[in-house]
């Protein structure tokens, strides 16, 4: 039966250890997806300049978010990111602005959480940009699409939506 | 035409001044949902101790987040929270863990990005705790659900799902 | 019967709302005492020059840890300061490093944490700086001495050791 | 006879009182200049996309690096920023981005450090991103323009460079 | 005669080198007691839901407060702990609750603070939730049980209380 | 032609990749100076102890910010910093503090901007220090004066001044 490793046989929370794992070359790629109106987006994206800025300002603070992760999330590893890049897409007709993150790192742990954490914070902060002229935003599907290296190997996420 | 108020007339980012706002009761209610298989969240929810912990961790880690908000997202302002709560329901059947956040603040701007930053980073770190059984599990719907207080008044959100 | 506040009545941990709190001035003032072997005190105290560095750091890392104290205590409210000081008394015939915090706030809650975390961060990096020498050091004593303001009014420790 | 009023008469270094201060509302506007080579500063501005990414990075680390200041000179006073705005102007021919950066506050101290930490670090993260091109850059003249509110009033730096 | 390492020859405070060092396996273990009154920790024990969350929230600031040693404790270098965890054990009759926090690296210098400065921000945080029913309280004996790894090898604390 | 390795094809900034860089030994040393009225470093002068603190807090505030440089720098890479220093030297006919700091580290990327970020704070906080009697200091000169290692190899600062 699979268990959950962050809690010891007490159910007491810990962060595992990862000192017998090797240092293996790890990637993941994460994204989320920010529903607003079709109209919210279109002002979003109106003017060259406009839109270099609110993106750029998304980036950072999800690059940022990815070195904060195991501040942020309790049972994560500190590790040293090798590299981060967060970039957007836009759907003009539905509305909405896709995250994707990825981050890779040479460690003992996976980068999913970092990846995940960046892509989510991206959004939110789209969201706080945006919120004053549509509060009814929502963010969805945040999640993993794929993994490299580690003991567990590859994995990608199956279908698509 | 509404405008992204974030931005200055150059499409520049800035904190907006909030200087001449008055000092009001706030309140912002936002949600996430993580959707797991139904037998990850059985695991999740076997035994007593086992549940107290997970649930527990992701309760701090959300109420951290809503202190951490303007570190996180670039153009928050600091403020000083006067009460935050996370709390947490199982939807077994469904597989999904609907994680609630509530903050409240005496100040000059509203705490909607704080209750989304502790509602988005709780369900991250359930994801975080789950992640090594169930990788596919998604945060869906991150989102406001009422807001009160401030210029612009209450809010609720509409409908449901 | 007493209540442990910080828990709602499902036992769940939460910040707990100080919304209705009158904003008063605080003052908190708290001691650890660092025990050690006279001989690595004498060491600590020996030359002019390095006793000034090395009280000098305890007490940066003291005021620091004041301000971090809503980031480090998880139920913990931020607020704003208006003084910290940290000083330390030696008494060289016990090999005793007195530490003394006090923090002083206008605001709707104690500073009794900040200036306990003062105390004990202060310590702590007393002990680290010594630690080579002298790895048997043990921190005593981390309490509150005095508060001041607030509904529940002063309070004094009775006695003394 | 002036007296530098972070130490007390011990000469220990102290976070003054400022409990006793009115809150006022106060402002800040500090620069900072990155010298590099006009070759340097052409190939930032080259092509209008990146030019809006460089800077909208480094705009974004000097608005974070004010709500941090606290932070990162240890006797500053944690603060709720109103307002943070970070500008730059470029001169090709002399090879100089001048970073202008201003703070405002309704608070009991100044928020001139907020304001140069804002520039300074606006500065770095210029030189950052260029540094593979131009190891030799250098950050000048990071100084206060001018200051608002509070006991001490208005000042205004005299003459220019 | 011993030095104080992080001094250098005028007395002025350094991060030392620890360049040469090896990276070896290295682990501490360090302990505190919050001493309170029994009835105190009668009531925190009560009713197995709440026990649940007091404990938990502490386990999670101590396991936090490891990762933030090099932030809190100046002259400490940053490193990526492999593991942390963090127990309690309460003694009912006497009213204490002892604290002990584990840590284990992979790295070129120990990791007595993190394991010590777990402990004491676990015992700050039991000592939060419960200052409102018990002011008195007291943390004591903070210090480092063993340590294992690195260049002065194996230490174990004496005796014992 | 050169280029902004920061920067991608299409403009955006990211955390570049440095996964195939070999981890190598790599120093920095920076400088900065504060440029004050003689009078106002006089006074920083008078008293031995008095100048012990100023100049540790300072040194404190330079070693921390360069263990924050990737939390302040956006594109920078977080790393395990082996050593930093920070030292002052102060030309009193002139009215000028020099800030001098070095960094290393075993890594995939250099330290300069952890050396400059440590310069620039350790200025940044004199200039707090000393602000009550002289608002006009100014920071001048904050630049790289040497680095080793990396694929980059050694680099030093031309001539002087």
Known sequence: MPQLTHLDDTGAARMVDVGDKA????????????????????????????????????????????????????????????????????????????????????????????????AAVAALTIYDMCKAVDRGMEIQAVRLLEKRGGKSGAWQREGGD
Chains 1, 2, 3, 4, 5, 6 share one sequence.
């Open 23 to 118: 240092e293996t070359a790890r990637e993941a790629v994460a994204s989320a997806a920010v529903a607003m109106r079709p109209e919210t987006l279109a002002l979003l994206l109106a003017g060259g300049h406009k839109k270099g800025d609110v993106f750029a300002v998304a980036r950072v603070a999800g690059i940022q978010a990815a070195k904060k992760c195991s501040d942020l999330i309790p049972l994560c590893h500190p590790l040293m990111l090798n590299a981060v890049e967060v970039g957007f897409e836009c759907d003009e007709s539905r509305g909405v602005v896709e995250v994707v993150a990825s981050c890779r790192v040479s460690g003992k742990t996976g980068v999913e959480m970092e990846a995940l954490t960046a």
